[in-house]
């Protein structure tokens, strides 16, 4: 009996050795094949004004009004849109400048938006709006497809004004889900030449997902008067160079790196470049939720916080809710904000968007957020890893291609 169980566990280990080893390979090859073709594109400086939105209910807000003014177009793609109250409001208000003669194109993302039934689609279709589920599964290379997702969310009005970061569409956003509570997010609205900068790259994300070949007319670039208070960098990465672009970022600081992510699982390079500005002598300050979405997220975390609290970086762990933004200032000087986590996710598999501001109005008030949501938390101590539940110190341990894909 013992002889039969051994010789199955052997066979099982096998095979799975053998579907991890094709999983990696397939993850691997798709994403070479499909870097290759979509490079990462950095979008000229634009100037204008921009907006913070920390909080969903004035987000939902401020975009709702927008739509609303809409007159020629108004292009959407987020990564999760729910069955629930706000997002039938949000749908409602779509089909609504549908009807009216407005153009109007919907993306979500092909599993982030799997709460959208068919019948909701439909009744969107029926009034005219165009829709489309973004990065839909393929047979060919499938693992990666699968993990390959569209985790931008963005929106453009008109051409004139336009939306990036990190809320999605749903009542958890504004604080209505008894598991998450309060719910902490960072977002802006810009004007200025930029929005034209995203409107092109929806609709190539458009064009991938549908086959199509839309383009953006120049009538459709709005009206942009070329004065602002702001100077950005719109930023739209695939898996290929973000990395690079973050560890250029951290190498650059020379006083102090503010960092607020709710995944907290860093490439090598990533970790080196913190670690170097540590021993510079640079302050790093790192907030991260205490109460994590999803319960295996945390745990393949400590291995990095306990190496950077070793060096010095202080570490908020949020309390008031849960805390979804990414967001990065440095030296007060310079902020990031936008969709990608610090995860590997984010920087090899997923369609992303992030922000550059240089100075200007907006990174003093980004910081001046951050410095809110560092008095919402509790300073992560060494003497708290002692306190790990038995089954968190097993899931510390976790392979790394297995965080990669979860």
Not at 15 to 42: F, Q
Not at 142 to 161: P, Q, S, T
Not at 361 to 376: A, T
Request: net charge positive; aromatic share 14%.
């Amino acid at each position: 009996m013992l002889k039969k169980f051994f010789i199955f566990f052997l066979i099982a280990a096998v095979a799975m050795t053998g579907m991890v080893s094709m999983l990696i390979k397939d993850i691997d090859a798709g994403a070479e094949s499909y870097n290759r073709k979509h490079p990462a594109y950095t979008a000229p400086v634009s100037e204008g004004d921009a907006s913070l939105f920390a909080e969903g209910k004035t987000l939902y807000t401020s975009l709702f009004h927008d739509i609303k003014l809409a007159k020629k177009y108004i292009y959407i793609q987020f990564f999760i849109i729910r069955n629930d109250k706000i997002s039938r409001e949000f749908l409602s208000l779509l089909q609504k400048k549908a009807e009216a003669g407005v153009e109007v194109r919907l993306s979500v993302d092909a599993i982030g938006g799997s709460d959208m039934t068919r019948k909701m689609i439909k009744e969107l279709e029926m009034s005219g709006v165009l829709f489309v589920k973004s990065r839909p599964l393929s047979p060919r290379h499938i693992f990666y497809r699968l993990n390959h997702r569209n985790h931008r969310k963005i929106a453009v009005v008109d051409g004139n004004v336009s939306y990036i970061g990190g809320f999605n569409i749903g009542e958890e956003y504004l604080g209505n889900n008894p598991k998450f509570g309060y719910w902490r997010d960072y977002h802006v609205r810009l004007t200025g030449s930029g929005s034209a900068y995203m409107a092109e790259q929806f609709l190539k994300d458009w064009n991938e997902d549908t086959g199509q070949n839309i383009r953006l007319r120049s009538t459709d670039s709005g009206a942009y008067s070329g004065y602002g208070h702001e100077k950005y960098e719109l930023v739209f990465s695939t898996g290929d160079d973000l990395e690079q672009k973050m560890v250029q970022w951290i190498n650059r600081s020379a006083s102090h790196i503010m960092i607020a992510t709710p995944y907290f699982i860093p490439t090598d390079a990533l970790m080196k470049a913190l670690e170097d500005s540590l021993n510079r002598g640079v302050k790093v300050e790192l907030l991260i939720p205490d109460k994590p979405d999803y319960w295996f997220t945390k745990p393949p975390s400590y291995p990095m916080t306990k190496k950077l609290l070793e060096k010095g970086a202080i570490i908020y762990l949020y309390r008031k809710g849960f805390f979804h933004g990414k967001v990065m200032v440095i030296d007060g000087k310079f902020a990031d904000i936008g969709t990608a986590n610090w995860d590997k996710r984010s920087v090899y598999l997923n369609d992303e968007a992030n922000c550059l501001f240089y100075s200007g109005p907006i990174v003093s008030e980004i910081k001046k957020e951050l410095q809110k949501d560092f008095s919402s938390s509790r300073i992560l101590t060494k003497d708290m890893y002692h306190d790990i539940p038995f089954w968190e110190r097993i899931l510390e341990r976790t392979p790394e291609w297995i965080y990669e894909l979860f």
